[in-house]
């Protein structure tokens, strides 16, 4: 799932194409395990907000719409955003009819204003952001864009402390992967957070993601 600026976009813009959560997944992954991944993805949202009933909810990253439909089901509204044209013509497709609609553009810049959304989810979004600026000015506009009464943020994002030891890339992991509660605004939450359960996908994946 692509959000930052248009620069870099071309290979999601290629991936597109691709069927499901293929679009945003390395080749690697066989229809079986996308499908594990996108039933998974939606369980852990329906259990920590079991109440978007009435919620105005933006799907950042949202690739070709797969979320940003599934949301708009269970949803007051949806809105899918990408920065990839492709991902975004796509997921338009996917939600015709809805009550949810689609936008191109970066995350790092958003076209909304100031409190637009009750609920933001960045699922498997800001692990692709590799320029510290632009992930530093999506963090910026997602507290921006979110209701200031009582809104919530979802981000499901990979970790792996261990990465730069791997046999991987080291131009992507050492910014691709990294501690979150390292940035203002989220340390504070991160000290009230305790970790339930960790999968580890591996680091292959996104070194493979960024070479192909």
Same mark, same amino acid.
């Given at each position: #799932?692509?959000?930052?600026?248009? &620069?870099?976009?071309?290979?999601? =813009?290629?991936?597109?194409?691709?069927?499901?959560?293929?679009?945003?997944?390395?080749?690697?992954?066989?229809?079986? /395990?996308?499908? !594990?991944?996108?039933?998974?993805?939606? &369980?852990?949202?329906?259990?920590?907000?079991?109440?978007?009933?009435?919620?105005?909810? %933006? =799907?950042?990253?949202?690739?070709?719409?797969?979320?940003?439909?599934?949301?708009?089901?269970?949803? !007051?509204?949806?809105?899918? $955003?990408?920065?990839?044209?492709? #991902?975004?013509?796509?997921?338009?497709?996917? *939600?015709?009819?809805?009550?949810?609609?689609? *936008?191109?553009?970066? %995350?790092?810049?958003?076209?909304? /204003?100031?409190?637009?959304?009750?609920?933001?989810?960045? $699922?498997?979004?800001?692990?692709?952001?590799?320029?510290?600026?632009?992930?530093? &000015?999506?963090?910026?506009? #997602?507290?921006?864009?979110? +209701?200031?009464?009582?809104?919530?943020?979802? %981000?499901?994002?990979?970790?792996?402390?261990?990465?730069?030891?791997?046999?991987? +890339? +080291?131009?992507?992991? +050492?910014?691709?992967?990294?501690?979150?509660?390292?940035?203002?605004?989220?340390?504070?939450?991160?000290?009230?957070?305790?970790?339930?359960?960790?999968?580890?996908?591996?680091?292959?994946?996104?070194?493979?993601?960024?070479?192909?």
């Amino acid at each position: #799932m692509s959000g930052g600026t248009a &620069a870099g976009a071309d290979i999601w =813009d290629e991936r597109a194409a691709r069927p499901g959560l293929h679009a945003v997944l390395s080749g690697r992954w066989t229809p079986e /395990e996308c499908d !594990r991944v996108d039933h998974e993805q939606k &369980a852990l949202i329906e259990r920590l907000l079991p109440d978007l009933g009435r919620d105005r909810v %933006i =799907d950042l990253g949202c690739g070709v719409g797969r979320l940003t439909a599934w949301l708009s089901e269970r949803t !007051r509204s949806a809105v899918g $955003v990408d920065r990839s044209a492709q #991902m975004v013509r796509r997921a338009a497709r996917a *939600v015709e009819g809805k009550p949810a609609r689609t *936008v191109c553009s970066g %995350i790092d810049e958003l076209p909304f /204003e100031d409190g637009s959304f009750d609920t933001v989810l960045a $699922v498997f979004t800001l692990q692709h952001l590799t320029d510290d600026g632009v992930f530093r &000015a999506a963090l910026r506009e #997602m507290g921006r864009v979110v +209701s200031p009464r009582g809104g919530r943020l979802l %981000i499901v994002d990979g970790h792996n402390p261990a990465a730069d030891s791997r046999d991987v +890339s +080291s131009a992507t992991t +050492s910014t691709v992967i990294r501690p979150l509660a390292a940035y203002e605004g989220l340390a504070a939450v991160a000290e009230r957070t305790a970790v339930e359960h960790l999968t580890y996908v591996g680091d292959r994946y996104l070194a493979q993601l960024w070479h192909t």
